[in-house]
């Protein structure tokens, strides 16, 4: 049986569905005009990266990249020396969501350790630490964590921080995946202040600038928040085929982004509607929601048929099939009307 | 003395400076409309993999990246084996001007020939066949032409062909650099027809399809024209970080670029500025411009003063410091009146 | 307190520390003749070659290289395509010993699943399997086991032949690390037969053949059970820096070892003498020694200050701190004297 | 027609061809006693390293490993940085010998420039600086060049000091892959002093020191002359699997090589037989052995059928076909008796 009621507008599939914010596009559109030195030799990049040094209240360096994946190769390839190892956990989608790129393009193994909430702990990096000085093991010098995470949890700006001085204090530096740095930023107040509470504040070395899924349409950033360590950057850049030829198109984009703050109003409103759809649904038992969403994301118990007719009717994937759990993802763009429409289409999904 | 003249509202510095076309930018802003599945399963997608295999008149797999070094790196990483090894010529942008990025990510030896006209010939493939069959040489597997090449010269389709027929006759593929393929195609007609005539006709078989020169705002494309060469491709272009999630982006571009047949005005317009260049100024027998330009470049003889002169009026690279040789670069909108301002520049610079 | 006995004259710190058996020795003196072709175009080599095609009564390749990692590094290079993993368990050495180099030499990330004994199951193998096809994951595509495992633990021919049933199911390939499979031969009759009862009658691709802790002096063996599997090998081996120049000094070895049967009585000796040292230790109850070694190593609970002291009087390596736990582990030449002499050095040091 | 005469004891292929030098020999034999503490924790390791300073008068750092691809590729692994490159001549062993060993382990791309005798000039170096600080280029930051050459020429003292004083000053360093250490240092006297005055002496950074061409049977060197420039060598050696697990079998060669002045005197002996062969073949005006050899080889011209025949009777390698250019390369055993005997041979072939 189909659910009969319109569908919403917007899928709940991915943050990575929606597409850019009209007021990027607009900057897209204005940026476009005549010519400009290519490969970042021009005014857009120059006060974007101005912008990073405004929102972090330091003199950063920050370098654009076309994607998730190559900001996260990037930012990893700056530090780490030969024999180097990456510890993350194994929720990590540097370990299991980008095809290996870190182990081919870095040659470097993650360590990547079992966590329940996605986040690392100290004693995780104290755990691993007896492998520094074994020349048989890789040398564990690079903590990476994702803010938020993978299963939708966030690090209190207190547990980045004694991450980062843990790891300083084991001679390793620390990169954040910020991929929904904008949702994160959301939970402890949508402001630079909040921002930098859990980064450079806290303590965190390089930081992989997401916003495509805050509403950019291409490009992403590595925020060198010790700029030193960016030394070689614009080599490595370049040749792990991350050097955008036309580099005004990304950086008008972030101009807009940060100056306007957009970044900030773009990730709570996601994270709004992800809580509207809890309170939406919440009273469904079956769905198991009984903790309300912490950034934009939810992960329901959604039994057959139901789950068949409600991807059918409005496609969402499947997050753990042995558990009949799903995943709903609100974007930048998700409406009330949104929320309220795929209420009705659970409601009816699960009637069938 | 500086030239008091106003300056041409477009650079001569290179095609990556100019911007998007109107109607590419039009089709991103009509493909900014509400959800799309990420990672290509949209249907901007579907529709310009579909218009590739209509250009080619044959079921050709393309897939697209971000960028041209991207495109290149993806190209040869499908086609080489363990211990393989490209040959190019000693211009080729793979083996100067991509920071190393073939031998990273690749981890092949790329065997660059010298060429004076940055071309190869069949007997370039026949002087290094002698390494195939020894343990202790690299394995000269693929062929990488560029068209046009770094020296804004083109081959022939009959000369694609005949290095096509001995790469295979001798168990190797070739590899087309595309960087400039709208400029190569105006040489020979800019229709569908010139494209195939050296590329699927000749039997190339892998091809970096650009069009960031041609008037697309970001994106490329890699055309398997032999399409089960393409068979881990997806997989590859996530691992190299090439893979784009909000793909519609990159694939709306390119449907506007080829179902409009702007992708052929684009080029020959470019390469008909850069003739109009030539016809501006070649009676300035100093500049040593004896010969048309084929596509869009010209590599004049421009001394001090009038050289710097020039440069502060509208920027453009010096080619070769020692020869005096400067390298000027039309683009898709290069306009007839910045051809005129621009050579009352040349005047003015030469008078000094 | 030290200990006072006369310390044993060989240590249990590894099978690493023992040299080469006087047979290796001689052998290696008697190819030290006048000159031979290099790179393996020697006589020795073409022997060895076929010694191993006889011992595995089929017509393998067989090709040789300076060491260990190196022999699981080439295994695996030549059987894995781009964006392929190895899925191993967790205390496999490729995982954990070889400081990254699958990662960094083959660009690969390796899966290590927890396991308690060291060894995989065919549900193991089953379980990431959902994994392929999916352009984000690494494709699992080879699994590499190791007998007898890093935890002294073997696999019994069935086992074997269940896990290969299923890889090759699931259209994937399976390596074994043999570092110590003289020791794993032994446990099932130290014949050509059951060396091949758990290899290639069980259906394993590829052998890493380790003898070093077997008696020889340097060289490990890679065969290929699958011939066509080793196609590009000399290629690969010259490339990943283990091509030994003076082949001779090693094929030299092998033809001792294998046409001798000095393979099987080494390891068996080895796994005789660590039974030994169980029973002469095992009425210390404090050692926790309640289960017989299957193969060359036990690992018993040696608290301070014996532990100390039973190491500075004959070194072994500490196992688990934590827990308490050291290695003992025998080689080709422990003897009884020296089990005698150990044992009461273990006697000395619980009475402290 | 053959050569009917008695061929020589030893071939003239390649010094890859001889053996071990006896006393080598006995040394591996006193060192295979009993046990030692395995990767280089042993006394004949320890001895071996103190022998590497004693002989530079410095102190070195010495690292062991299998091979001479191996220890190249480590001295560079140990030195280059992320984008960085090698200059080198096109007949460097590293650019033609090694299946490109250098660009998949180090995904560094090799700048080998054109030379007539295998050397470079501090002019090549300059003429690739122009690269660095161009992000589109790899960065030179490196100089590899071989002592004795590929040619059998030798860089004196004063040209090596030119070389690294110009790398130096343009912020590069200099490796030197000593395959063939032992012949050029018998050019200058075959001493400690004439090895110092082209390596140490000259500001060399990190030699190759090769010994398996002077009479060892397998292992070579890696010297870091500036020792912190080997700061991570041991984790990178494993790495790449260059780790001898018995050590000690390496390194009590080295030590033998290294005390007992065998070093100096097998590469002289050498070179002194190429001479001898000169001086019996050189009035066969068709062979074109104008000039004495400086090393250990000849590249006498020979047409057939005196270059079948004489190949057919004691076997040596083609150097270049077209050219009708073989090579006559000694070893450190080819006796007096073995050039009267080959002289014979060549008299018989060209008379054929």
């Not at 559109?29 to 290519?38: G, K, T, Y």
């Not at 956990?89 to 540097?94: D, F, K, L, R, V």
């Not at 349409?217 to 960016?230: D, H, I, Q, R, S």
């Amino acid at each position: 049986m189909a659910i009969t009621h319109q569908a919403p507008s917007r899928l709940f599939t991915s943050d990575n569905a929606a597409g850019a914010h009209p007021d990027i596009l607009a900057a897209l559109v204005r940026a476009n005009e005549s010519h400009a030195l290519a490969y970042g030799q021009d005014k857009y990049t120059k006060q974007a990266k101005e912008s990073f040094s405004k929102l972090f209240a330091a003199d950063v360096r920050t370098e654009f990249v076309f994607g998730g994946t190559g900001a996260n190769v990037l930012a990893l390839a700056c530090i780490l020396k030969p024999a180097d190892a990456v510890v993350c956990t194994s929720w990590a989608h540097i370990a299991v969501d980008e095809t290996g790129a870190p182990e081919k393009i870095l040659g470097a193994k993650l360590i990547d350790l079992p966590s329940t909430d996605a986040k690392l702990r100290p004693q995780d990096i104290r755990s691993v630490h007896h492998m520094r000085g074994n020349i048989h093991h890789v040398q564990p010098a690079v903590v990476s964590i994702t803010q938020s995470t993978e299963l939708g949890t966030v690090y209190t700006p207190e547990e980045v921080r004694a991450l980062c001085e843990t790891a300083h204090e084991l001679d390793m530096l620390v990169h954040m995946d910020g991929a929904r740095l904008s949702n994160a930023t959301a939970v402890f107040g949508a402001t630079p202040e909040a921002l930098r509470s859990f980064t450079i504040d806290a303590g965190v070395d390089v930081l992989s600038f997401g916003a495509m899924k805050a509403g950019v349409m291409f490009g992403e950033a590595v925020v060198f928040l010790k700029p030193n360590l960016g030394d070689r950057v614009e080599y490595i850049r370049k040749q792990i085929t991350q050097l955008n030829s036309k580099m005004r198109f990304i950086s008008a984009q972030y101009v807009e982004l940060l100056e306007t703050g957009l970044f900030f109003k773009l990730g709570a409103q996601a994270n709004a509607m992800a809580l509207a759809l809890f309170d939406a649904t919440k009273h469904h038992k079956i769905l198991g929601l009984t903790t309300p969403p912490v950034v934009n994301s939810l992960f329901p118990i959604l039994p057959q048929p139901a789950r068949s007719a409600l991807q059918d009717w409005s496609f969402f994937w499947d997050w753990d099939i042995e558990a009949q759990q799903v995943r709903w993802m609100t974007a930048w763009d998700t409406t009330q009307a949104d929320i309220e429409s795929f209420a009705r289409g659970v409601e009816a999904a699960l009637a069938i």
